[in-house]
């Protein structure tokens, strides 16, 4: 520890320093130092195979004095660097809370962040060390049979097998069984706020084929959840239904295709397809359905609607992406075919629109549920798919394939009758603009890491950073090489810490925009949406704010 490349240190300072700037989401003193520390040991790193390529080539060393005098003229530079950035670091966080109209902090506490990030570099220091001492001893045991050089080439890749075996199987494989017992664990409690159903029709009722104590937490949360017909109708002074909602948890049965069998027996039994639209729900990771998404269509459609999920995982989305990357796209794809496959058989005079819907990853998997080829001679009414993952593939597609006018954070497709996007402020064409058959939407937040994520962000500058920028972006944003790549990956953990409205996190009023859009909702006025934003946004924003506890359905927006 105490023979440090004075190279690398230069490097580590400058990353260090790029680290302090914004990106799209706050951050804290703890994941900024964390950030910090990792980006410095990055910078070192470079720093130190810099040094090396250059005795490798046995290029001329400078004099002793002249590499003095350079050393020492750069490090107080770098040093001046960091200390500047450090000062502005809390006017950096300040420029992403203010257009998330978040409360400024007085400070950053860098020397928190200092601490942080310095035991966060010790920490990957030795760990680096650990690897290199675990080579030479691997070469110098090959050394005795084969050639210097092909010796330390084989001792590298060994060590390299080495030390991913044991973060694999070890310590990935026993952190992925803890966490999955403990999602499941999470998952089965029953809350004492959420009493079983009496109503005959609900599911999880008396006469459900879905019992209660099988449907999970997010499960039990989801049908439990949500307005009555009274409540619509006094909000909006007609006549209502009671919305149904139909899910089926991950105990309900053994495989996926029995889950969506399930799911659409009962559906028909609680009469899902009399109703005048059938939504098609992929839940997040550990199968949480957005009750903004969900609340806001119910309202709109006066409750003649039903909505069905199938449950895949216990964990969260990024653990699920992670870890379970086939199961979201093999239960959605279940669901459809099922809900598909029924529906195609009714007349169609007398069945529901068919609608798609997913949040986060379920967006993605949503994606996944429907082939073209095979709904293209009868085809389904839309999708509405909000903050869709970063690797969602008809979704990057569209995205790279936009209009050459039109910004990367909002695109526009072609002439708008099949696609369009949506953020905040509406959609990025004229709402009048007509659609097609088959209409699809995409809402999606400039401020959304989980979307606008790319591993490419490494060594080129992301197009959503050209001007003109998203208006919940910080205006002082800047790209630097890998370390704003890492600063987004950051983000995209803690995506959903924002307002409601920024970040990860959609509101009901963005839906409001968004389901008018995809269902051509009739028999609204423009004050009559202005109203239902205000209301639906004032009343998300309370019980999400009032922390409910087990009765806040917003608990688990993480999912």
């Not at 097998?161 to 310590?171: E, P, R, T, V």
């Not at 002074?237 to 991950?250: S, T």
């Not at 409601?500 to 009023?509: D, K, L, Q, S, T």
Request: some cysteine; glycine content about 8%.
């Amino acid at each position: 520890m105490l023979s440090l490349s004075g190279v690398g240190l230069v490097l580590g300072a400058l990353f260090f320093a790029a680290a302090l700037t914004p990106t799209l989401v706050p951050r804290s003193a703890l994941t900024q130092g964390a950030l910090a520390g990792a980006c410095f040991a990055i910078g070192y790193a470079a720093g130190v195979l810099w040094r090396w390529v250059w005795q490798y080539l046995e290029l001329p060393e400078p004099s002793a004095r002249l590499r003095f005098v350079v050393n020492a003229t750069v490090a107080f530079a770098s040093l001046a660097v960091v200390i500047v950035f450090l000062w502005q670091a809390a006017e950096w966080q300040n420029s992403i809370r203010s257009v998330m109209q978040m409360a400024p902090v007085e400070t950053a506490r860098p020397f928190k962040i200092s601490a942080i990030a310095l035991l966060t570099f010790v920490a990957l220091l030795a760990l680096a060390r650990l690897f290199k001492l675990v080579t030479v001893f691997l070469s110098a045991q090959i050394k005795r049979f084969v050639p210097r050089k092909v010796a330390n080439a084989v001792g590298l890749l060994l060590a390299v097998l080495l030390f991913w075996s044991i973060a694999n199987n070890l310590l990935i494989g026993a952190a992925f069984r803890a966490l999955d017992s403990s999602f499941r664990e999470f998952d089965s409690l029953i809350e004492p706020q959420r009493p079983q159903p009496t109503v005959a029709g609900r599911t999880g009722g008396p006469q459900s084929l879905v019992k209660w104590h099988e449907l999970g937490r997010a499960g039990r949360e989801f049908v439990a959840s949500g307005p009555t017909a009274a409540q619509i109708s006094a909000f909006t002074g007609r006549p209502a239904k009671d919305p149904l909602r139909v899910y089926v948890g991950l105990r309900g049965a053994e495989t996926p295709r029995a889950r969506a069998r399930l799911a659409l027996e009962e559906l028909k039994r609680q009469g899902g397809f009399e109703r005048s639209t059938l939504i098609v729900i992929t839940p997040t990771g550990t199968g949480w359905v957005d009750p903004a998404a969900m609340d806001t269509a119910e309202y709109l459609l006066d409750g003649d609607v039903a909505s069905v999920a199938v449950q895949y995982s216990y964990l969260n989305s990024p653990l699920s992406l992670l870890f379970q990357p086939d199961y979201g796209a093999a239960a959605a794809r279940a669901l459809f075919a099922e809900i598909y496959g029924y529906w195609t058989t009714l007349p169609k005079d007398k069945r529901p629109k068919l609608y798609l819907h997913g949040l986060s990853l379920g967006a993605m998997n949503s994606e996944k549920s429907a082939e073209l080829f095979e709904i293209i001679g009868d085809p389904i009414a839309g999708a509405l798919w909000s903050g869709p993952p970063f690797e969602s593939r008809i979704w990057r597609s569209i995205t790279d394939n936009r209009n050459a006018d039109s910004p990367a954070w909002l695109p526009e497709f072609r002439d708008g009758r099949l696609v369009r996007f949506m953020n905040q402020n509406g959609p990025s064409v004229p709402a009048d603009a007509p659609w097609g058959p088959l209409r699809i939407v995409y809402l999606q937040y400039a401020s959304d890491p989980i979307v606008l994520f790319d591993y490419r962000d490494a060594w080129r500058r992301p197009p959503w950073m050209n001007e003109p920028r998203g208006s919940d972006v910080s205006p002082e944003l800047r790209w630097y090489p890998i370390v704003s790549m890492l600063q987004l990956a950051l983000d995209m953990a803690v995506a959903t810490n924002t307002p409601m409205g920024f970040g990860h996190v959609y509101a009901p009023e963005h839906y409001v925009d968004a389901w008018v859009a995809v269902l051509d909702v009739r028999g609204w006025s423009p004050d009559a949406l202005a109203k239902l934003k205000d209301f639906l946004g004032r009343t998300a924003r309370k019980t999400n704010d009032t922390d409910a506890g087990d009765d806040n359905p917003y608990r688990d927006r993480g999912g």
